[in-house]
């Protein structure tokens, strides 16, 4: 259990990506009890936990920061993908903010979508707020 939660600590995501249908298959195979499974991530990409909700109580922890959603107009510039590793360069100009920040949004309403379809309860918590509150929400009325 111990290399476990040190290899947690140790893990560096940059230039990694999440493979949530690898996940689900990997913990829908290896865990046999009912649990509760908590996934904390970004969810830029829409998760599929319909077969892993099935048999455990499946919770997503969307933890973002403002300026992924809603980055600032900054005209030229170029900006790494802590992801990919990938060079981004455009001109984040007031219109182009606006049509990513909807594209974003219309994104998020899949993914709530989505997930309430599979039975997986979820909160988005910002970087810059108490995360306390939004777990407590989350969580309040369970045993």
């Not at 892993?52 to 993908?81: C, N, Q, T, W, Y």
């Not at 049509?99 to 998020?108: E, G």
């Amino acid at each position: 259990m111990t290399k476990s939660v040190d290899e947690i600590l140790q893990f560096d995501p940059i230039n990694k990506t999440a493979d949530y249908k690898r996940l689900a298959e990997a913990l829908y195979k290896r865990v046999r009890k009912r649990s509760l499974i908590l996934v904390v991530a970004d969810f830029f990409e829409v998760p599929d936990f319909k077969l892993l909700a099935k048999k455990h109580e499946v919770v997503a922890i969307i933890v973002r920061d403002r300026l992924e959603e809603k980055p600032p107009v900054m005209g030229f510039a170029s900006l790494r993908d802590p992801e990919t590793g990938v060079q981004l360069e455009g001109d984040y100009s007031q219109k182009s903010v606006d049509a990513y920040a909807k594209k974003v949004h219309a994104h998020d309403r899949v993914l709530y979508s989505t997930l309430r379809k599979e039975g997986v309860r979820f909160t988005k918590i910002y970087t810059d707020e108490n995360s306390a509150i939004a777990l407590r929400r989350l969580f309040e009325g369970r045993i």
